[in-house]
């Protein structure tokens, strides 16, 4: 059993950065892929950024490529979310997700990823 929390969201200014982690417990071998999701009201589910954990392959959603970065700290099972010049559509609930299979890593889809954390809010001000 995985079990995920997430901590770091929060309210920030257009432009301003913010930085989530989910600290990851349970079993690890069910770990080998690490993502970020995010969801607003009345809309899907949508893959932000993922990190195959032994390998650290990334992938980016496009609307967030070059001002968000994902990592993890496999000696803290801890998987981050570094966001910067964040915009008001960065406003989400934010979520942590892992799943055993590498392969869910390429285009992360929610419906593939098995643990999940319960989010937390992120709101971007103008």
């Known amino acids: 059993q995985v079990r995920l929390a997430e901590s770091g969201g929060g309210s920030v200014r257009f432009g301003g950065s913010a930085r989530l982690s989910c600290a990851i417990s349970?079993?690890?071998?069910?770990?080998?892929?690490m993502g970020w999701f995010r969801q607003t009201p009345g809309k899907a589910r949508e893959g932000v950024a993922s990190?195959?954990?032994?390998?650290?392959?990334?992938y980016y959603h496009t609307s967030v490529k070059g001002r968000f970065t994902i990592s993890v700290d496999n000696a803290k099972r801890t998987l981050y979310l570094q966001m910067d010049s964040l915009k008001p559509e960065d406003t989400a609930m934010y979520f942590c997700?892992?799943?055993?299979?590498?392969?869910?890593?390429?285009?992360?889809?929610?419906?593939?990823?098995?643990?999940w954390g319960r989010g937390t809010q992120v709101t971007v001000s103008s």
């Open positions: 997700a892992t799943d055993r299979s590498r392969l869910v890593c390429g285009s992360p889809a929610p419906s593939l990823f098995k643990n």
């Open positions: 990190i195959v954990a032994d390998r650290g392959s990334t």
């Open positions: 349970g079993d690890t071998w069910n770990n080998n892929c």
